[in-house]
């Protein structure tokens, strides 16, 4: 079982790279000369947020001399499509990995970091397939997203492979499933909520008319409007489970070391993390405070959650250590 | 979001009186401080703040490595150290950014709850006149009941209603603000709860070894590490505890999955009752926790002098980490070959025992590590030492490690090593002899008190639960005004005919990207079934609604 669920994972990390070689496929089929003629405001009409329709909805809009563009674009979305699809393959496998993994260790899939890694990636692509049935307007920003999974999860294949083992008796607690599970959820959430965080930033500079190279990756991306919602909303759903999380770290802390808090240094990361993206959502309640700085401490967030994920487990030595490498 | 940036200048001081200078600035200062963006920065310090506490060893979390840090960078640390870089989040800088961040949150949320307050007890302003310029508006049929019956749908719905007249105005959300107060509190209460919890609380660690000969009572003395709070009394509360039995359970590889402690317990001068507790399960006394830490072996030496009487040592030996549980101690006998007649000391004729204990030692030497936690193959190596252990030097000595300045000033010589399995005995040069009778466990014990933590508990869920209203839940209003047959239809600008009509308009008073839909909804309930005559909304509002 744990062979196979070893297999699988390697699987997943294939299906994410060609999953996003679709998705740069659809890139750079839609940055193509083309795209720019079949452009019309049409599309803006219906589609707030709500409506579906990117591209083939103006295919009607334009004279035929765009027949040659309009081929660009159906190729754009079919890769766009397989994209997608192949995402949904890679989560599917990516949830088989971590089951089978689960089922041969007998326990919970998250007892040291590259069970943890590969359970806060599936959560994020989990959400992710999710908001894109919602909202299927921001399929572009798959492209950064499974580039973020790739990363993580090879990260995990090669870097923190860890054989199975059992947890330490600390780790048998109620309130450690409770803890672990929302803190791995909202990590998810966190993880995907950069995404339209950083495509935010490149496309509210391309909207204000910057040609540069990482603004120019924004030309086919949604309104940055819409992005910027997005990363609210991802945030808004997240800050709540991670406080919870972190609450339920302490009641457990308290049960097993005697004290709810001692500044260990993941739960000073924690610490860390949760009052920066405090900070963000009082940036982005404050209308005086530019949205480019609200998206920054929501980047900045994720990158504290992703020090504690890995750099506090590979620089310090805590009572966390059993985190495992 | 449209409600809350800084909140609104005083109205413009009346230009009469210049105003005092001092006052002024003070007046200025607090609006500063107390503005959103104070407290931004504020929080962005204290995340960077933070980094110092995880990044050097900190005192409250592992005071060996201080030490190891001292020594790795003299230079360094005692710098450091004056700065309070080693008790990061007691420092001074530390709770200067906090202790401003609340005053700013105190400072913040008074006058949001007073205004709140007036909000609760407000009712919902009246209908604007031109309904059509709000972000949603509809016209449709009235419901038979007129007025009435609105304002009945919407409380059902509940909406804070007033009618007047004609008009109906409806508001709902207030949560909001109260689940943003609730949760700003919470944090003020949460660190009331931290600040209990540092002056009336106290804690001690110490070891416990198994049996009757070891029963610890709860005192101050009884601590090898303990820290007390600044109120704390001398008195702590009375219990004494015995090991009885520590059940530890392993796999084949090493790794515990099982702890148990099982003791007699008697609190307050009670009668002896027996209790036990685990890592996840402390045993709550009153007016203490006890916690299970950690747990070791005690070996059992017996050492006959050479005079002939014995005397019995089970210290804790340490264990050194590996997971084998391969562990270091030092049994001592200072007072050994006293002379029975002369009842005279001879201060160099002290015996000591440098020990290794390896709970399953392997099969060939060299035996240096356990190969597993569990006794499979107990064996003792041991390094006798005689001359004088340097404990009356005043010099304050670890129990459990031998004096090596003794031992390089010729004080105190080797005499020999040799490894022992339970039951066997060495015999030493002068005749005295040391038997190695087995062991008994240890635990690590953690005993703590800590009046804060139920207010930290309770501030928590207001936290959790506070924050959930704060971004879940939306403020809008719903104003309703009902056209009489025949007045001017605002939207067609033609007559009303035959029926009577009513005009809706809503407003979401913070970001609501759901409010199209719900505002469709809503007037769909209101129209009473009868087909529209005009629904005009925002585009996503007609989805919504049929
Ligand atoms: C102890 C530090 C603080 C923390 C951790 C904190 C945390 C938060 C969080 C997580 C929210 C999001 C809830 C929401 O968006 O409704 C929030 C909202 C808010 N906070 Fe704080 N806060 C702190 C201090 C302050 C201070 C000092 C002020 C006043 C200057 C303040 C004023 C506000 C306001 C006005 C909102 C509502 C924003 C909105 O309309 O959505 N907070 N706070």
Partial sequence: MSVLSDQVVSFTALVYLLAMISH???YALGNSRARAVAAPARELVGAAVGA???????????????????????????AGRIGVGLTALGAALHLVGLVTRGLAADRMPWGNMYEFVLTVSFIGVAAWLVVLVKVPSLRRLGLFLTLVMVLLVATAELVLYTPIVPLVPALNSYWFIVHVSTIVFASGL???GVVPAAAYLMRAGYEQGKRSFPYTLAKRLPEAASLERLTFVLHAFSFPIFTFAVIAGAIWAEAAWGRPWGWDPKETWAFISWVVYAGYLHARATPSVKRNVAAWLAILGFLTVLMNLFGVNIFFEGLHSYGGL | MTAVDERPAAPAEAPRRRPNPLLALARNSWRQLTSMRTA?????????????GSVLPQRGV?????????TAYPELAPWLDRIGAFEAFSSVWFSAIYLLLFTSLIGCITPRLVDHVRALRARPPAVPKRLGRLPQHAVVPAPDGGVAAIAETLRRRRWRVVVRGDEVSAEKGYLKETGNLIFHASMVLLLVGVALGSWYGWHGNRLLVAGADHVFCNTRQQYAEAKLGPRVGDDLPRFCMQLDEFDARFLPTGQPSFYNAKVTVDENGGAPRAAEFSVNSPLRLDGANVYLLGHGYAPVIRYTDRFGRSATSAVP?????????????????????????????NRDLQVAFDGLYLPTAP??????????PTEQNPLLGLVAYRGNLGLDAGIPGSVYQLDQRQVRNGRLTEIGTKELRPGESWTLDDGSKVEFLGSESYIVLSVRYDPGTNLLLISSVGLVLGLMGSLFVRRRRVFVRLLPAGTVDPASGSPTSGSSLVEVGGLPRTEHPGFADEFAQLVAALRDDRPAVEAEAAPGAREGAE
């Fill in chain 2, 363 to 372: 099969q060939q030497p060299p035996f240096t590590r356990s190969e597993h």
């Fill in chain 2, 62 to 70: 592992n005071p060996e490595d201080v030490r190891d840090f001292f």
């Fill in chain 1, 24 to 26: 740069a496929v659809e």
């Fill in chain 1, 190 to 192: 966190f993880l995907l």
């Fill in chain 2, 40 to 52: 931004l920065v504020l929080l962005f310090l204290l995340a960077v703040a933070a980094i110092p």
């Fill in chain 2, 317 to 345: 030996f340490l264990s050194n980490g590996d997971i084998g549980l391969t562990s270091e101690g030092l049994a001592a006998f200072p007072d050994a070959n006293v002379d029975p007649e002369t009842g005279e000391r």
């Fill in chain 1, 52 to 78: 579906g329709a990117v591209a083939v909805a103006e295919r009607d809009a334009t004279a035929p001399a765009v027949s040659g563009a309009e081929r660009t674009a159906r190729r754009a979305e079919l």
